[in-house]
């Protein structure tokens, strides 16, 4: 009788857990519908200021300096007065503002092959954390085309306990030595607003040398 008891529990911890993961999702899906019908900034806005070195968003701007990485190889804006160097590893940068729930993640590696496509990286990671039992939702994918390094990218919301997580991960191959680089630029979806057109106007500044 103990052990039956435990399993309904069990199951209905699972229903529970489940049906909070739907409400929250559901919520990041109808603010995305907001945001379409009207954005804080466009992307096209964001991106030409923050060429300029400062994106005016309306409860305060953000300064962004161009930052280079991996010996000069990767260049990018980044929000200065908002990410921190976490790492002194060689071959890995992580940039967070634990406060604000925002990172950026890179590691330089070698592709095993010059020509992997971006439909194999996706299923790979895609496949990793779905093994790991988390729930991933894709919402976009693209291109930023560059004739040394084309850069790909998908984004997807991940709920966690602490709420819904916006991931942006991407990768460029060199194609001249084979180098690698992926990311994952990601904040929480309360923040999404003003966020994902950031880290989609920095990806299009990305250089890999």
Not at 19 to 29: D, M, S, T
Not at 58 to 77: T, Y
Not at 78 to 88: A, G, K, S
Request: with cysteine.
């Amino acid at each position: 009788m103990e052990n039956r008891n435990k399993i309904v529990e069990e199951i209905l911890k699972a229903r529970s857990t489940a049906e909070k993961v739907e409400e929250e999702l559901q919520k990041a899906r109808e603010k995305d519908e907001e945001l379409a019908k009207k954005p804080v900034l466009t992307l096209e806005e964001v991106t030409e200021q923050m060429g300029k070195g400062m994106v005016h968003y309306p409860d305060g701007n953000i300064r962004f300096a161009a930052v280079s990485f991996f010996g000069k190889r990767v260049a990018m804006p980044i929000p200065v007065d908002y990410l921190n160097r976490h790492t002194t590893e060689k071959e890995v940068v992580v940039l967070m503002n634990e406060v604000l729930g925002i990172s950026l993640q890179m590691q330089l590696t070698k592709s095993q092959k010059k020509n992997v496509t971006f439909e194999e990286v996706k299923r790979g990671m895609i496949g990793q954390l779905r093994a790991a039992g988390m729930y991933v939702e894709l919402i976009d994918e693209g291109t930023v085309e560059d004739s040394v390094a084309p850069l790909y990218f998908v984004t997807y919301r991940l709920p966690i306990p602490q709420g819904v997580m916006f991931h942006l991960v991407f990768y460029a191959i060199n194609r001249i030595d084979g180098s690698m680089i992926i990311g994952d630029y990601n904040c929480f979806y309360t923040d999404v607003e003003k966020w994902e057109n950031i880290m989609k106007a920095t990806i299009s500044y990305f250089t890999f040398r």
